[in-house]
């Protein structure tokens, strides 16, 4: 696809070319095809009628967007879609962008940081260190596989995923099985030991290791998983819901198969909202819900930005930020609102592909929901409702928006700057209401340096402004910026 010279910062909404890749047959109304290569994607067509000769310009009504398009007899057609098809659609046509430009056959500033940072973690690879890292012995870890090939035949009985504590079975580690799908097979859930730390502490989870019993060791990092578990009292049915609608969606999302067990909640020390730490004692045989995911060698964004000691290309900054946002449009336009966008919740496979993590504070858009978020990424809206102290707010979107652009602000170097104006009152209260009233010079403050220092981010400047607008409905959608950002890449790829 050849993408016009645009101006970035007026582009129309939809400027990306679509109907230059759309097939029509007059015979199959109902029905559109966008083709990119050797690759097809159907679609269903809101209206069509024909034009008799006379071009339309493409033009919105409502949730429906109108565009001319000639039909495989060569007859001109008018064609209506809806608009949340344009998640889907655009986010393939960018797969077939870094399919195929220069710039995406390279390894980024990006992935040689992953790379670097990666290299630094335990060999998996090695038998012998694998085990002792995990606290396993080779006769523990032959004693579970001995007794998850003795229960197969009444394993493949099961219909539901189920975890085996190891008190019952006298085993090294609690085992968790899953009966069906892609990570069907059984796992030893391990415990922080050795030279492994906890993977990771979330405000009301555990994250830890889990080893698959069907492979043979020494095993790939693709085939590991971590177990995220939390207290059922603590668990958030929006993470259940995000985990069912978007399981098939792997590629994109940190999500798993879950369970409802009973076991142990070790004693640990957590951060509240507020920055204060708290002591939480052991419990025993309490209610939880699991979730097993893929384990992802590359950490966090987080990790990534905190550790360079350079600034990533401006070139590698919107292809990451450009795969991102087409993630978050198609989390959007199966209605889910994350809630908790920041770096932190940004995990990177090994090539660094952004994948979204971290569903425990999220809902369905319009659910009612305790206004909540981590501090220096919470939107202006939940601000306000904390601060009006009430106990409910309206899950939507932009909530999500505002937090990719505090994202795309960690990717130029912005976030630190960020965060430090957000707090310069040290009173949690009075710093969120100072960001209220001063948004807009913060950001001026935070842009200009930066504009000045790395004049190449220009670009970016005005969609990480069009998301951290104070009104939610001033902000820019996901989809809308998949456009922008995907226009803004076009443009440096052709200038390569």
Not at 42 to 63: H, K, Q, S, W
Not at 396 to 415: E, K, R, V
């Amino acid at each position: 696809m050849n993408i016009p010279s645009l101006n970035i910062n007026q582009s129309p909404i939809f400027n990306l070319p679509y109907e230059k890749a759309f097939y029509f047959d007059s015979n199959f109304p109902g029905k559109l095809l966008v083709i990119s290569g050797n690759k097809k994607l159907e679609i269903d067509a809101a209206e069509t009628f024909p034009l008799n000769g006379v071009n339309l310009p493409m033009e919105e009504r409502g949730d429906v967007v109108l565009f001319s398009v000639v039909s495989k007899d060569g007859e001109l057609f008018r064609v209506g879609m809806k608009t949340s098809n344009f998640a889907a659609i655009t986010h393939f046509l960018v797969e077939d962008l870094f399919t195929e430009s220069q710039h995406a056959k390279q390894i980024s500033s990006m992935q040689a940081r992953v790379n670097k940072l990666s290299r630094m973690s335990i060999d998996f690879t090695n038998e012998s260190t694998l085990l002792f890292s995990m606290g396993l012995t080779k006769d523990k870890y032959q004693e579970m596989q001995k007794f998850y090939n003795a229960k197969k035949p009444d394993l493949e009985k099961l219909t539901v995923n189920t975890i085996f504590r190891r008190g019952d079975t006298k085993l090294a580690r609690s085992l968790a099985y899953v009966p069906n799908g892609r990570q069907k097979g059984m796992y030893a859930l391990l415990k922080t030991h050795g030279y492994v730390d906890e993977v990771g502490l979330g405000a009301f989870s555990v994250v830890t290791f889990a080893l698959p019993l069907d492979v043979t060791l020494p095993i790939k990092y693709s085939q590991f998983k971590v177990f995220k578990s939390s207290k059922k009292s603590q668990h958030q049915p929006g993470e259940s819901a995000a985990n069912k609608d978007l399981i098939n969606e792997n590629d994109s999302f940190v999500v798993g198969s879950e369970f409802n067990y009973r076991g142990p909640l070790r004693s640990r020390i957590d951060r509240g909202l507020n920055g204060n730490k708290y002591f939480i004692p052991r419990e025993n045989n309490v209610e939880k819900v699991g979730y097993l995911l893929d384990y992802l060698e590359g950490g966090s964004l987080s990790d990534l930005v905190e550790k360079r000691k350079a600034y990533f290309d401006f070139i590698d900054v919107i292809a990451f930020a450009l795969k991102y946002a087409c993630k978050l449009a198609i989390m959007h336009d199966k209605g889910i609102v994350q809630n908790d966008q920041k770096p932190g919740n940004v995990f990177l496979t090994k090539e660094c592909d952004p994948r979204i993590g971290d569903f425990g504070l999220s809902g369905k858009k319009g659910h009612l929901k305790v206004p909540c978020g981590s501090f220096g990424y919470v939107a202006p809206e939940t601000v306000q409702a904390l601060l009006d102290n009430k106990k409910e707010g309206v899950l939507d979107t932009p909530i999500d928006i505002w937090g990719f652009g505090l994202i795309l602000l960690s990717l130029i170097g912005g976030i630190d700057d960020w965060i430090h104006s957000c707090g310069q009152v040290y009173d949690m209260d009075l710093d969120w209401k100072y960001m209220l009233d001063n948004l807009d010079h913060l950001k001026l403050n935070i842009f200009r340096p930066l504009k000045q220092k790395f004049p190449k981010i220009e670009p970016l400047i005005y969609p990480i402004h069009k998301c951290l607008q104070l009104k939610p409905g001033d902000r820019l959608t996901a989809t809308e910026l998949v456009n922008r950002l995907g226009v803004i890449y076009y443009s440096l790829c052709n200038s390569q």
